[in-house]
């Protein structure tokens, strides 16, 4: 039903909703990453090149890209994608397209913060369904790279009449509830509006100026009936419903819930090519994920979530007093401690503040021509199987990065494939549970002297670093610094008085 085809109440609706997404801003901040996304994608001129620029002009774009060009649904391509440059080379101008738009509308909604509950509920079901469709369109094996991410932006989408609606008209989706009960909207859609939320939906990307490819996918489709064959063009449009009708009974973590969802898989399965346990396996690992990332839907456990957060919350700010406390410790010392002395408070003062596994200072054996650890706590160093010692000369790892631009460096997950190349034959047999660490250089005139190393095993959960934090290991290898001048300085003193 084109627009001229509407009944009159449903012009007014759309005309309502126009009218408010003037007066409040288009999804801020979507519709422009939308212009240049897809101008990127059109463009005849250098096409490749306009892709990389327009990633890159987003930082926070550009390592979600990266990020998700070296994750396991691209590992069949074999190869470590460093640049966007890259990313476009090997996946295609159209997969990085459509994964830029999937993860800017996924930000978009997940930032907007909209007043009411509704809107946000139906922002967290949209990108629940495209969490379900990366992960089946990643187990269909006729998929390409560029169909996966399309599939993610579509499963979105398919939910936009929804959000629009819930974001913008929050009144006429009040009495869409009234009129036909909650969980039942779409069915009072035309009487209440005059026409469906898919409209609605289908009428925003249109006005938003999405290409046909993108708006064909939002289509509602079934799969065919038994004895019937699907029509292949169907496939997009198939998966993404199935998606958000997945996302939609995922979304409610109860068993009725779960009983939709096996009814989907069965009915969808032949339609979109997966084998029935397969596509119960991708569904499972979007539920996981969701619960992991989402925060309102009921299978995040928001109860056990906050309790969660609020535990760490009060092992970091312990930690932060820790920190304060020993970087105060060590400027009180600075004058009369060795700098032995201050690297052992720096090692205690980290490894308490951090909670780490082990904290290890590294120091320059300039006869020897090489790093080796000195002291340490958490471990008894003789008790690891491989020497923690490494030579000086410049080798293309993590270790000497940090060292050669004496800048810190923070090793998230030290166990993704993608990284290893960057990980030393030292630090690979001598500390093999490790999954993050921190490398802290100690530089004086320029030249590495040594560095203070700390990590957390896999069996501690995941960590991450403030800007806060980072300002006091910073202030913390200061002082390291300091001493040793200040030793050097009494050394020179001490050889002028002889003389």
Not at 375 to 401: K, Q, R, T
Not at 449 to 464: E, K, N, V
């Amino acid at each position: 039903m084109s627009a001229h085809e509407l009944s009159e109440l449903g012009k007014a609706t759309l005309a309502q909703l126009w009218s408010r997404t003037n007066q409040q801003g288009d999804m801020p901040g979507f519709t422009k990453s939308i212009g240049a996304i897809l101008g990127a994608m059109r463009g005849e001129d250098e096409q490749e090149f306009n892709m990389t620029r327009t990633v890159l002009s987003d930082p926070v774009l550009t390592q979600k890209v990266l990020r998700l060009a070296n994750s396991g649904m691209y590992s069949a391509f074999g190869r470590s994608i460093n640049t966007v440059s890259k990313a476009v080379l090997v996946l295609g101008t159209d997969a990085i397209g459509h994964l830029a738009l999937g993860l800017k509308l996924i930000e978009e909604l997940t930032q907007a913060s909209p007043a009411s509950m509704p809107a946000h509920i139906e922002m967290e079901k949209a990108v629940l369904a495209g969490m379900v469709a990366q992960q089946v369109a990643a187990s269909a094996a006729s998929a390409a790279s560029a169909q996966a991410e399309q599939a993610v932006v579509c499963s979105m989408l398919h939910a936009l009449g929804r959000m629009m609606l819930t974001f913008y008209m929050g009144d006429s989706w009040i009495k869409l509830q009234q009129h036909a009960g909650v969980g039942q909207e779409s069915a009072a859609a035309v009487p209440v509006l005059g026409l469906t939320l898919d409209q609605i939906g289908k009428a925003t990307a249109e006005r938003w100026g999405l290409p046909p490819h993108l708006i064909d996918g939002m289509r509602s489709v079934a799969p065919p009936e038994e004895g019937q064959s699907s029509d292949p063009n169907d496939w997009m449009a198939g998966l993404c419903t199935m998606s958000s009708l997945c996302a939609d009974a995922l979304w409610h973590d109860d068993a009725a819930g779960a009983a939709q969802v096996q009814e989907l898989v069965e009915r969808y399965a032949g339609m979109i090519g997966v084998e029935l346990d397969g596509l119960k396996i991708a569904i499972e690992n979007a539920r996981m994920t969701a619960a992991a990332d989402l925060t309102i839907a009921p299978l995040s456990k928001p109860a056990d979530r906050r309790s969660r957060e609020q535990t760490k919350k009060l092992r970091r700010d312990e930690g932060n007093r820790i920190l304060i406390s020993g970087l105060a410790d060590m400027h009180d010392a600075l004058n009369s401690a060795s700098p032995s002395q201050m690297i052992s408070m720096a090692l205690e003062t980290l490894y308490q503040g951090f909670d780490c596994s082990r904290a290890i200072a590294f120091a320059r054996n300039k006869k020897e021509n090489k790093y080796q650890a000195k002291m340490g706590f958490g471990i008894n160093l003789e008790d690891i199987p491989a020497p923690l010692e490494f030579g000086d000369a410049y080798e293309p790892n993590v270790f000497h990065a940090s060292l050669n631009s004496d800048r810190v460096i923070f090793i998230e997950n030290a166990r993704d494939p993608g990284f290893a190349a960057k990980l030393p034959n030292w630090w690979k047999s001598a500390l093999t549970e490790t999954r993050s660490f921190i490398i802290v250089p100690l530089s004086v005139n320029a030249r590495p002297t040594g560095f203070i190393y700390c990590d957390w095993d896999s069996a501690l959960p995941p960590i991450q670093h403030d800007e806060g934090e980072f300002v006091l290991i910073n202030k913390m290898r200061e002082l390291l610094v300091k001493s040793v001048e200040m030793r050097q300085l009494r050394g020179v003193a001490a050889s002028s008085k002889v003389a």
